[in-house]
């Protein structure tokens, strides 16, 4: 439950340095530049972490701001703090939980007047806030022009014109923060007949909060049922009137308050703007404007959609990643000289033969995990990030939301869910645990079902494209199989999974040419995480791997799996690429990648075991972190169904491409 508490404030000693880190709190809408300041301010991309009793990640870093010692919290996106998601929950349980020293509100200069309905609620709570008026560059381009210390002059708050991804304005912010002290704060005033009916309410309020009594009233007026525990909690026996006047209010108010209060907020918002905000009528749309208006057009944008995933998937990842890469490092590196040198060593320091098999035997750490791990799947994530990191800095994942939003609605989802999807792409573990930043329960299971079961990760992606490219029909009846399943299931499980529909609303961030920095840290960062969460899991799988094997357990499980096989059309060798997709699917895939090399498939079988392959159970990782966030009788039934779709699906695709004659 959410508690008002204050922590004590930071003192400053005699030389101007802190004696306890002041804690700073960045709050906006999504996609204001938040955490590009944040990575400004703390100077590294900061790993995140769940917040307490939630599923929803933080990120916090430690900094030292004009000898002032800092912790800079990056809060999940909100619109209000009226919370309705669960992001919105979080980021104020971190303001008004934590306490923050300074609250620094960062909203989009190109969207002035829509985003300061926030500053006002924050000013209005008494919170210690500092407004950025962040993408300065990009309003100036579009021919506005804001007067900041006009509206600093205004809100009796720091106001501060900045362009963060360029660095503009955050000295000026530093400075900020660390002489930050509390003053007088400017009061908003509503309509006479709102403002007697808080001060009605506030009148009864006798407790103390760590918020204003004004904003205390609005939420309890607006049914906020965690503030009203608060404030049951805080005055006792009294609550009862606070409850009865607050109940006559809304009832008086029950058709209209909502509509008011908005409109209320309006108008101080547009009394504000007066004299701040300028537009020039005489101005030409930049490429960014024109690449930005074509990439939400169906028209337009479905080609540059496409062109994005041809150059980028098939030609980078595919190609480039999964060819060029993989054969010099696994074909030169490792089987030329890193394998045999290992053999070599083991054979020498290890006289005993099961023994040397754990490391450099068929299944061994190093002939098998870390060939996978290193010589084929790196190269291949590695692309996939770097891409995925241009796409990310150029802004273009939220105008693909807009373009996807009215086909995601016909299964479930709203154009929101592409953000994972495309993450899917690059590791469906990482993708999974993204679906919280969905709205909806609903929307949550929907995309990670439709992630456990059509959307491969980047490594064996590339492997398939690789191993595909070589027929191009193969390719074809592969990409056709992938989307119709897609969209199927999708339909299916938003006619058939409970729950109500989620509402779709993002902000656009300008369009723009990645940024070199960003794109290398983006994609260090990813790369950094495969590596220290994903590689052990592939020694794991290996020493499992060599137990099965001296156990003869997976002797017994290709015997198991040979009907299968047989009834897919595939060799019974192939069940080795489908135990080793359970350990990790990319496993499975550069198992397929060991088939076809010695030549056991031809293009029929190699696009059914594809097919399939892709569809089959998600890997042990992927499965953990589903239990986890969707819990243990979800993510059974989802491996279920998943693995069985994946066999009917590889029984029918083989049965067509039989009677057919395709690819044969």
Not at 123 to 141: F, K, Q
Not at 488 to 497: I, M, P, T
Request: charged share 20%; aromatic share 10%.
């Amino acid at each position: 439950m959410l508690k008002f508490k204050r922590t004590p404030p930071c003192e400053t000693s005699a030389d101007g340095r802190g004696t306890c880190a002041r804690k700073v709190a960045l709050v906006g809408n999504p996609n204001v530049g938040k955490s590009v300041l944040f990575n400004a301010l703390t100077g590294a991309y900061v790993t995140v972490s769940n917040y307490p009793g939630t599923s929803v990640e933080v990120a916090r870093g430690s900094v030292s701001i004009n000898g002032v010692s800092c912790e800079v919290i990056d809060t999940p996106g909100m619109y209000s703090i009226l919370p309705i998601t669960e992001e919105e929950r979080v980021a104020r349980e971190i303001l008004l939980h934590e306490s923050p020293d300074v609250v620094v509100h960062v909203l989009d200069a190109r969207n002035l007047e829509r985003m300061l309905s926030m500053t006002l609620q924050l000013i209005e709570a008494g919170l210690p806030v500092i407004l950025v008026v962040n993408i300065m560059d990009e309003a100036e381009r579009m021919g506005l022009s804001i007067d900041i210390p006009l509206l600093q002059e205004k809100l009796c708050i720091p106001v501060i014109g900045a362009a963060a991804a360029k660095k503009i304005g955050l000295p000026a912010l530093k400075e900020a923060i660390a002489g930050y002290v509390r003053s007088k704060r400017a009061v908003f005033c509503y309509g006479k007949r709102l403002e007697a009916d808080l001060m009605e309410i506030m009148a009864l309020l006798a407790g103390r909060y760590a918020i204003s009594k004004k904003s205390l009233a609005l939420f309890l007026l607006q049914r906020d049922d965690e503030v009203a525990g608060i404030v049951r909690e805080t005055e006792g026996a009294a609550f009862a009137a606070i409850e009865e006047k607050v109940r006559d209010k809304i009832f008086a108010r029950r058709s209209s308050f909502h509509l008011e209060l908005s409109l209320e907020r309006k108008a101080v918002v547009k009394g504000l703007m007066e004299g701040v905000f300028h537009a020039s009528s005489k101005r030409k749309p930049v490429l960014g404007e024109r690449l930005s208006a074509w990439a939400v057009r169906p028209l337009t944008g479905v080609p540059l959609l496409l062109a994005a995933l041809y150059f980028g998937l098939y030609k980078f990842v595919g190609e480039f990643g999964a060819g060029t890469l993989v054969d010099f490092l696994e074909g030169t590196v490792f089987e030329g000289y890193i394998s045999p040198w290992m053999v070599s060593l083991f054979n020498w320091i290890i006289p005993w033969d099961i023994l040397r098999e754990l490391f450099v035997g068929e299944y061994g750490i190093v002939t098998l995990g870390l060939r996978y791990a290193i010589g084929i799947i790196l190269p291949i994530v590695t692309t996939f990030f770097l891409f995925f990191s241009i796409l990310e800095d150029s802004g273009y994942f939220p105008r693909l939301a807009l373009l996807v939003d009215r086909v995601f609605k016909k299964i479930g989802l709203t154009g929101r869910a592409v953000i994972p999807m495309v993450l899917g792409f690059g590791c469906d573990t990482m993708a999974t645990m993204v679906t919280r930043t969905l709205e909806t329960v609903r929307e949550r299971v929907i995309a990670t079902l439709l992630l456990a079961l059509a959307i491969p990760c980047s490594a064996q992606l590339g492997v398939i494209l690789a191993l595909l490219s070589r027929y191009p029909g193969a390719l074809a009846v592969w990409s056709v199989c992938m989307v119709l399943i897609f969209l199927l299931v999708g339909l299916l499980a938003s006619r058939v999974v409970p729950g109500e529909s989620p509402m779709f609303y993002m902000e656009l961030p300008p369009m723009r040419l990645p940024q070199f920095s960003n794109v290398l840290t983006k994609t260090y960062s990813r790369v950094q995480w495969y590596l220290v969460e994903i590689l052990p899991l592939f020694i794991l799988a290996s020493i499992l791997l060599w137990l099965g094997k001296v156990t003869n357990f997976f002797q017994t499980l290709v015997s198991w799996m040979k009907p299968a096989m047989a009834a897919i059309g595939l060799p019974q060798e192939t069940a080795i690429a489908f135990i080793f997709g359970f350990f990790r699917r990319d496993y499975g895939a550069a198992g397929l990648y060991d088939l076809q090399t010695t030549g056991l498939l031809d293009a029929r079988q190699l696009t059914v075991a594809a097919v399939t392959l892709t569809l089959f159970v998600p890997c042990i990782a992927q499965f953990l972190i589903m239990q986890k966030e969707r819990g243990t009788k979800v993510a059974v039934a989802i491996a279920v169904f998943v693995s069985a779709m994946a066999f009917s699906c590889g029984y029918l695709l083989n049965k067509f491409l039989l009677l057919t004659g395709i690819l044969l």
